[in-house]
């Protein structure tokens, strides 16, 4: 399963049959994605700027935009940006397909394969029930037990959907079910609660890890590309841990202040959890050999300073381990959808991303932008630039498609009004992560929880909004002070 949002559109093909209405959205979508594609294209270049890569970020628009409106899955749209390029050309054959021998693309699509033998050995619904077990008799904990299943999960998943829809999703409607809450007037007995807090916590969760959401290794070769900062397993998390604690813990009380559930005390939820965990049994030997290539894969990507291994190397090896050990069979590699469309996706955004990061395009718009900023302190750009970087998450489906449309320029503007790199390219980063939790679309796990019909749009607004205030406190106000703590910047 992917990060992005499911998708809404199909090849043209699917025109056939289509109600009228339908037929109208469906080519409106890929009205909006050709106008902007000849728009640009058409537009004339700045002086000084190459044609090709005027027509590098002609098609580069007409992708993001793209994967927003999805008149085609994600990948396929990625798949014909590449072609493109090489059509066109705007670049040679092997330099736009060259994303797909990227070691990044390749490590996100083996760590893929990770959620299918957490959920086909069981390993991640034994992790949540033994939380739940713990700390489940009261309606706040039971939102913490899943939520800290999710963030043991993404040390080595990078699926967020796979996480939410593969494991948490399913446990959370059904503890929401076993007190008689449903959508409608029982939808805030306690489901409503639960759905809100869990995908809130989703995603502070994917700015804790690397792992986090199959983006942030995209966002960390941009980092590096623009800024020189490597932003390594070890040092993204370290990076996190502090106001990814915070807002781990506080966000959960905040939503309980302010959308208090109706159960408040849920000693029925351990009962259940137990009876589950009897149910599984002793651990089998495939959820064995699952936990101890999670260790060792965890182990070895958090160790990379002192052997060297590529995190793409530690992830097949993880791989391997699994196909080994009996837990993955070569058609379960085989058939998973959703890591080979995130491969097709992925691999032509890595290219296009960094071949426009190449291009005159960022300076000129940094010193656009700059000069709105003039004589402003580089603390004041900063924060100014960050906010209109997360609250601009209304406008898009994707936490992908964000990063690659505004990561690099807005980076690049923040570091010519004078911030700091590793502060600039920290804040940045998490935040692509945080600001998914304003709307129910900003990533692929919003859909999931929201379409469960417990919360209303306009609540699940107003959550969001409230919840980005304190998390924007947090990973504003406190992570800078904890980066300078650790020596990052002065």
């Known amino acids: 399963m992917r990060e992005h949002r499911s998708v809404r559109g199909g090849a043209l093909s699917s025109l056939v049959g289509r109600e009228p209405s339908a037929r109208r959205a469906f080519l409106m979508r890929w009205g909006i994605v050709f106008a902007t594609g000849a728009g640009v294209a058409l537009a004339p270049a700045p002086e000084g700027v190459a044609r090709a890569s005027w027509h590098l970020l002609a098609i580069f628009s007409a992708t993001i935009v793209g994967l927003v409106a999805q ?5 396929a749209m990625v798949l014909l940006g590449v072609l493109a390029l090489a059509v066109t050309g705007t670049m040679p054959v092997g330099e736009a397909l060259a994303g797909y021998a990227d070691p990044i693309v390749w490590l996100v699509l083996a760590a893929f394969f ?5 959920i086909k050995t069981g390993l991640g619904r034994r992790i949540a029930f033994l939380f739940i077990r713990a700390v489940g008799h009261h309606s706040l904990g039971l939102g913490y037990a899943l939520a800290a299943t999710d963030l043991v999960l993404a040390m080595i998943i990078p699926s967020n959907g796979a996480r939410a829809g593969g494991i948490l999703f399913p446990i959370a409607r059904s503890l929401a079910e076993a007190y008689d809450s449903r959508p409608g007037d029982s939808a805030r007995r306690l489901g409503a609660f639960l759905m809100v807090l869990v995908y809130q916590c989703e995603v502070i969760v994917c700015a804790m890890f690397l792992t986090g959401q199959a983006s942030n290794p995209l966002i960390a070769k941009f980092a590096e590309q623009v800024a020189g900062v490597s932003l390594t397993y070890a040092r993204w998390a370290l990076g996190a841990i502090v106001p990814g604690a915070l807002s781990f813990l506080l966000i959960p009380l905040l939503l309980y202040r302010v959308f208090p559930p109706e159960q408040q005390r849920t000693p029925e939820a351990a009962a259940l959890a137990e009876a589950e965990l009897k149910r599984l049994g002793p651990m089998s030997r495939q959820e ?11 182990s070895l990507w958090m160790t990379m300073g002192w052997h060297g291994l590529h995190y793409a190397v530690i992830a097949l090896l993880g791989i391997a381990l699994l196909l080994l050990g009996g837990v993955l069979t070569w058609d379960d590699v085989i058939s998973e959808r959703g890591a080979w469309d995130v491969f097709l996706w992925y691999g032509g955004l890595v290219r296009m991303g960094g071949a426009l990061g190449e291009t005159d395009l960022t300076r000129r718009f940094a010193e656009a932008v700059a000069a709105a900023t003039g004589g402003w302190s580089w603390w004041g750009a900063l924060l100014l630039l960050a906010l209109v970087y997360f609250y601009a998450h209304y406008g898009f489906a994707s936490i992908t498609a964000h990063a690659t449309a505004m990561y690099i320029p ?16 920290h804040a940045l980063a998490y935040l692509s992560n945080v600001m998914a939790g304003l709307t129910h679309y900003g990533t692929t796990p919003a859909p999931i929880y929201f379409g469960a019909g417990y919360v209303a749009q306009a609540t699940w607004w107003r959550l969001g909004l409230i919840a980005s205030w304190l998390n924007l406190a947090i990973w504003l106000g406190i992570g800078p002070l904890w980066w300078r703590m650790l020596g990052w910047w002065s």
């Open 288 to 298: 064995k050999v699952m936990l101890v290539v999670f260790l060792i894969v965890a």
């Open 114 to 118: 990770f959620a299918r033998g957490m």
């Open 71 to 75: 008149p085609m899955p994600g990948g």
């Open 410 to 425: 807005f980076l690049v503007v923040v570091l010519a009004a004078g911030a700091p790199a590793p502060l600039a390219v």
